[in-house]
C-alpha cells in the first residue's frame, strides 16, 4: 500500500454508518460536479435535489434531507478515493472534488492557546526559522503554556495584556486571542479550495511552513451550523512572520495549485452533516511532502 492509500483509507469517520455524510464528485459522463451522499460506502448522487452544497446547507435539517434524498449510485468511496489523485487518475471514472463550492472560505485565527503563542514566535522572529527556538522559550517564560483556561475579553486576560504591555511583551496576535474580539479573515474565493488527495501548492519562496489540522465548519446563510469537516490550512511561516500585512500571501498562495518547492496532500473530503451537538472532537492530518513526510493533529471543543 502507498503513502497516500494509508493516509486516505480512513477517510470515512469511525461512526459513518450512522452519520450524515456528504461530498462532492466529478461526473466525466455529465461534464460537472455532483453533490453526493455517501451510505454504507457508496456515493449517491443527490444533485437533482441538492445542485450545489451550498443549497443543501440552507435545508431547514440539512442532516435529514441528506438522509432521506433519493440519488443515483456513482461509485463505492474506495473507488473514488483510488482515482482521485491526478498522477494515475482515469479521467473516464468519477473522482472526489472539495466537498464545499459557493460558500466563501472564512478562517479565524489564534483560536488555540498553541497557536496563539506560535503567531507571537513568528512575529518576534521576523520570519527566521532558526531564530524561533530562543524566541518561544522566552514567550512561553512570559505568558506560560498553558493558557486554556484565559477567557479571551475576561478581566483575567486584560490584567495579563497590561502586565505584558509593561514588559514590552505585548503583540498583536495576543491581542486577538485574549482580548475581547476575534480574527475572522477571508481564507479563500468560492471553489479555490481543494480535496480529498489533492495537490496545495506552496509559493516558491517559502522555506518554513506547515500544514495545520483544522475542523471547518459549514454555514449555511443565516449563521447556523450545518455541519463539518476536516481542512489542511497550510501556512508559510517565514512569509506572515515578516509581517501581517503579508496575510494574504502567506494564506492564499497555498490553495492553488502551483510550481513550489513542495507539495503536501491531506485526505480531506467529505462533509459530516449534524443533528445534534458535539462537544469535542479529535482530528488528525496527514501529509506527503516532496521533501519530508509530516502529521499533525489537534482536539478540539
Known sequence: MSPFQTLV???????????????RVWRPD???????????GVAFDISRRFPTMRDLCEADDPAASLRHADGEPIG?????????PVETRDPERPWLLAPLDLQAIKAARVTFAVSMLERVIEERARGDMNAAGAIREEVTRLVGDDLSKLK?????????????????????????????????????????SVGTGMDAGLHPSSA?????????????????IAGATLGNDVNLRDVEGRS????????????????ARS???????????VGRRSSAMEISLGTLGAEADSCASAVAS
Do not use: H
Not at 518554513?208 to 447556523?224: I, K, M, Y
Open 76 to 84: 463505492g468511496i474506495d473507488a473514488l478515493l483510488a482515482n482521485t
Open 9 to 23: 483509507v480512513a477517510a470515512l469517520p469511525d461512526d459513518a454508518d450512522q452519520a450524515a455524510l456528504a461530498g
Open 244 to 259: 501581517a500585512l503579508l496575510l494574504g500571501k502567506a494564506k492564499d498562495n497555498e490553495l492553488r495549485v502551483c510550481a
Open 208 to 224: 518554513w511552513n506547515n500544514p495545520e489540522p483544522e475542523v471547518v465548519l459549514a454555514v449555511s446563510s443565516d449563521g447556523r
Open 152 to 192: 479571551p475579553g475576561s478581566p483575567e486576560a486584560m490584567r495579563l495584556k497590561d502586565v505584558l504591555i509593561r514588559q514590552g511583551a505585548w503583540s498583536q496576535y495576543l491581542e486577538v486571542g485574549i482580548g475581547p474580539d476575534a480574527e475572522i479573515f477571508t481564507k479563500a474565493q468560492p471553489l479555490a
Open 263 to 273: 507539495r503536501r496532500r491531506s485526505p480531506v473530503g467529505r462533509t459530516r452533516f
Open 30 to 40: 455529465v461534464s460537472g460536479p455532483s453533490v453526493v451522499a455517501i451510505r454504507d
